[in-house]
C-alpha cells in the first residue's frame, strides 16, 4: 500500500482524547492455557519437539506479562477499570463450545474449573475486577460485554493478551464496529508468528483504531 493512500485511510480514522475515567483495560485470554510459558499448550510443543510457539511464549514472558502488569497498575491509579476475558467451555464435555471450538478445548482441558482455564498468576483479577467468560473468538459474540462496558461508563479499551491475530484482534473490531474508541497496545500482545502479529497491527490501525506502545498508553493515562 502507498504511503499516500496510508495517509488518505488514516484521515478517516477517529483520534479522541481519552478520558481515564471513562476507560477501561480489556485483557483478552491470559489463562494458563495459551497464555503462560508453562501452560497445556507450551508443555505439548516442548514435549513434541515442536518449536512453532517459541517466539510466542518468549514474546508472553518478555513483554506481554510484565507490559500488562505496568498497564494494570497504572489504569488502576488512573481510575479506570481491568475487565478480563477469558475463553473456554463452561461443559467438561465442551458441548456448549462452537463446534470449530470444541476439539481445541478439550485437548487442554480448557473448561471452567480446571488449572488451563485459570488466569495466570501473574496478572490475576483483584476482587471486584469483573472477568467474562466466551467461547467463541471475539468477546462480543458470546458474552454480555457489550451491556457491562455501558453500564460502567467505558468508552475508551485499551485492548491486551493473545493471540493477537485472533481473540485480540477479533475482539478489538467488534468493539470498534460498536462505536468504541479502541488501542491496541502492540507490546503487551502476543501470536505464534511475529508476521502475523505486526500484520494484525498493520490492519488494525487502518481504520479500526489505534495501535500504541504501553509507555504512550501510560502516559495518556496520567
Avoid at 124 to 150: E, I, Q
Avoid at 153 to 169: I, K, P, Q
Wanted: glycine share 8%.
Amino acid at each position: 500500500m502507498s504511503q499516500f493512500s496510508e495517509d488518505y485511510v488514516k484521515q478517516f480514522t477517529a483520534r479522541r482524547t481519552v478520558d481515564p475515567a471513562s476507560s477501561a483495560l480489556v485483557i483478552i485470554d491470559m489463562q494458563y492455557a495459551t497464555g503462560h510459558p508453562d501452560g497445556p499448550l507450551a508443555n505439548r510443543m516442548k514435549a513434541e519437539g515442536n518449536s512453532v510457539t517459541d517466539w510466542r511464549f518468549d514474546r508472553i514472558t518478555r513483554l506481554v506479562i510484565p507490559n500488562n502488569r505496568k498497564l494494570i497498575k497504572a489504569m488502576r491509579e488512573a481510575g479506570g477499570r481491568v475487565i478480563y476475558v477469558t475463553i473456554g467451555a463452561g461443559l467438561a464435555d465442551c458441548s456448549d463450545a462452537p463446534a470449530h471450538m470444541r476439539g481445541f478445548f478439550t485437548s487442554l482441558g480448557n473448561y471452567e474449573g480446571q488449572p488451563a482455564h485459570r488466569i495466570i498468576d501473574e496478572l490475576a483479577p483483584a476482587p471486584g475486577d469483573p472477568v467474562v467468560r466466551k467461547t467463541t473468538m471475539g468477546a462480543f459474540a458470546s458474552t454480555g460485554l457489550d451491556h457491562l462496558l455501558r453500564s460502567l461508563g467505558r468508552e475508551y479499551l485499551f485492548v491486551t493478551g493473545v493471540s493477537t491475530n485472533m481473540c485480540v484482534e477479533t475482539t478489538a473490531r467488534e468493539a470498534a464496529d460498536r462505536g468504541y474508541a479502541v488501542t491496541l497496545v502492540e507490546d503487551a500482545c502476543a501470536a505464534t508468528h511475529e508476521d502475523l502479529h505486526e500484520g494484525t497491527l498493520r490492519n488494525f490501525s487502518r481504520f479500526f483504531g489505534t495501535v500504541q506502545s504501553t509507555d504512550d498508553v501510560i502516559k495518556q493515562l496520567c
